[in-house]
């Protein structure tokens, strides 16, 4: 089916470990976005990637780095992961640009301890 | 700056009454607006969205939205509830040119049987 797919769906890191999460579309779609979810806190921007060869920071880009692979994928990366970045973060893509609407993958679940 | 804002945190209704969930944006242009739905466990999906036309869109699961520019405000409508519809709702606006959607902090919804 085509869609976002992200991996790994869960995850448990320790404190200082590094781990990338995943993210590809298969729509074609010119953009690529990073959110956190965090109770009470909504969603979050973290980084995204208006089209192949470009990422900009969003809201709360500290502690994450992005890499735009190629126009199919779009992967974050914690360095030096810390309690404070346990969440569920969601990929989304879209097609037509940000004010037409995203598609958004399934998440993935993250456990720093 | 933009900003959406959904003063329901947490509604609770009973099986088979009418639903309405708030959601008030505050944007410099025309705005483009979206309600998702995020089952438990489960990504973003889209119930439905709102570019220009007709104030009452329809979407998906029975669900409506009107938009009203005067009042800033793009409520979502259901006559009659399903314990299926039990999730979280978010709102999103976007306009032409933007690079990403703003979100607002959800409303999680709990049916009663």
């Known amino acids: 089916n085509a869609g976002v797919t992200q991996t790994p769906k869960f995850q448990v890191l320790k404190t200082g470990q590094s781990m990338t999460l995943q993210c590809a579309q298969d729509?074609?779609?010119?953009?690529m976005y990073w959110y956190r979810q965090d109770p009470g806190m909504g969603l979050r921007l973290i980084y995204y990637?208006?089209?192949?060869?470009?990422?900009d920071k969003g809201e709360v880009p500290n502690g994450y780095n992005v890499s735009r692979l190629n126009k199919r994928e779009f992967s974050l990366r914690l360095e030096s992961a810390a309690p404070s970045q346990t969440s569920v973060y969601f990929c989304?893509?879209?097609?037509?640009?940000?004010?037409?609407?995203?598609?958004f993958g399934s998440g993935t679940r993250l456990t720093v301890v | 700056a933009q900003s959406v804002t959904q003063p329901d945190i947490h509604i609770t209704v009973s099986e088979g009454a009418s639903l309405e969930l708030r959601c008030n944006y505050s944007?410099?242009?025309?705005?483009?607006l979206f309600w998702y739905v995020q089952s438990p466990g489960q990504g973003l999906q889209l119930l439905l969205k709102?570019?220009?036309?007709?104030?009452l869109v329809q979407g998906i699961k029975g669900f409506e939205a009107e938009f009203k520019r005067s009042q800033s405000s793009f409520n979502l409508r259901k006559p009659s509830v399903h314990w299926s519809d039990a999730a979280e709702y978010f709102c999103?606006?976007?306009?032409?040119?933007?690079?990403?959607?703003?979100f607002g902090q959800g409303t999680r919804l709990t049916i009663n049987p």
């Open positions: 990637s208006a089209s192949e060869g470009t990422t």
């Open positions: 944007y410099g242009a025309t705005p483009y």
């Open positions: 729509m074609n779609h010119n953009s």
């Open positions: 709102y570019f220009s036309g007709d104030t």
């Open positions: 999103a606006v976007g306009a032409e040119g933007a690079q990403k959607l703003v």
């Open positions: 989304a893509s879209s097609g037509q640009g940000a004010p037409y609407g995203y598609t």
